[in-house]
Structure formats: C-alpha cells, structure tokens
C-alpha cells in the first residue's frame, strides 16, 4: 500500500506512526532496516496486547463477513486469506513485542506529540489513522498532526499516509486545502496511486517529503 523501494528503506531510521499490534517493524528488522512503532496501545502488557489483538481480529472477521461483497479482494483472494495474513502478523508482532524491554522497538506516544527529537527519522508511515477517522478529527488535529510527523522527519526525507478516505469510503474533504497549507511549509505534498486493493475506494496514499 506505500509503494516502498528497497532503496529508500535503507536510507535510514523508519518510524511506523499508530502501528497498533501490525508486524510492519518486527518484519522490517528482521530483515536489516532499522524501524520502530509508536502507538499508544505499547503501554500494554504482553498479555493485554494478545488479548487485544485478538479481539480486534474476531470484530474485524465479523464485519467483514457481513459485508464481502463491498470489498475489492484482489489483493486477498478471500476472506480466509485475510484472516490469516492477520494472524500471522499479530504473532510475528507479540515475537518481538515480548523483547521489547530489551531492544525498544516499540514506544508508547500518540499524535499530536511524538515522543522523539526533531529529524529523526529517514521515512514516517501512518497505517489507517489518520483521514480514516476523519469524524472524530477536525482539520486543525489533521494539520498538528502531519506537522509533528514532519518534525520527526530528516531534511530530505519522506512521509506516506494511507488511507485518504473514512470508514464510508468518503474521500478526506479537506485534502486540497490541507495539501496547499503544507505546501508553504518546506514540504513538497503529493497523491500518488497504490496498487494494493481492499476498499474499493481508497486507491491512494499521501506522499510528503521535506525539503
């Protein structure tokens, strides 16, 4: 869903923003690239996390089940696929979640204030937060948010946001004018296509980088 080159991932630190209990920097280290996730859920027990992932997971399957045919399955043959991509990704998560005392790859902090120093961080992503709940965040949250992810961010570096449509498959209203309010910031903001398919339609990602 974030169109990531090889390339780019070696350039240095990744951040994964609202990464919830995915398997995104558990797969990305153990793969040599140095990524950590910050998400409010870390303050949680090894046991309260699987608890939670699970539940997630079970409600996820649920809805799903309710609604397949309001799905694009191109990039999941079927709901059975789904599911267990799923759970192979919670387990590959609590792997490393259980070393985390050791290795602190995971970090306790939510936006709009991210608990690292200025320029940290070669590539900031953010999974099926932000725009996605786009009912309960006003636009200013929005904006206070990117912009503490473009702190975080080194010169030269990139942010990528996905989805850019809420839970009805509405396209973030305010997207234009958030853009060009970015855009006067030493940002350079941008849509690009994602190939991955699951919503019909959120076909895009957001790409900021910093100049």
Request: proline content about 3%; charged content about 30%.
């Amino acid at each position: 869903m974030f169109l990531l080159e090889d390339d780019f991932l070696k350039k240095g630190k990744i951040l994964d923003v609202a990464a919830g209990a995915s398997s995104f920097v558990a797969e990305a280290n153990e793969r040599g690239y140095d990524a950590v996730a910050v998400d409010p859920l870390y303050d949680l027990t090894v046991e309260q996390m699987t608890l939670h992932g699970q539940k997630e997971m079970k409600e996820a399957t649920k809805k799903l089940a309710k609604n397949i045919s309001s799905f694009s399955w191109d990039s999941y043959k079927d709901l059975e696929e789904h599911d267990t991509i799923r759970e192979d990704s919670l387990k590959l998560f609590l792997d490393h979640y259980k070393e985390n005392s050791i290795k602190k790859r995971f970090i306790t902090g939510t936006l709009p204030n991210l608990p690292f120093e200025d320029e940290t961080f070669s590539l900031v992503l953010c999974n099926h937060f932000l725009f996605l709940y786009q009912k309960q965040f006003d636009l200013e949250f929005h904006l206070q948010a990117i912009r503490e992810m473009i702190r975080v961010t080194k010169k030269g570096g990139m942010i990528r946001i996905y989805p850019l449509v809420g839970f009805k498959n509405e396209r973030y209203p305010y997207l234009e004018e958030l853009a060009e309010t970015l855009n006067d910031e030493n940002t350079v903001v941008k849509t690009a296509d994602t190939t991955f398919r699951f919503v019909p339609a959120a076909t895009e990602l957001l790409t900021i980088n910093k100049l």
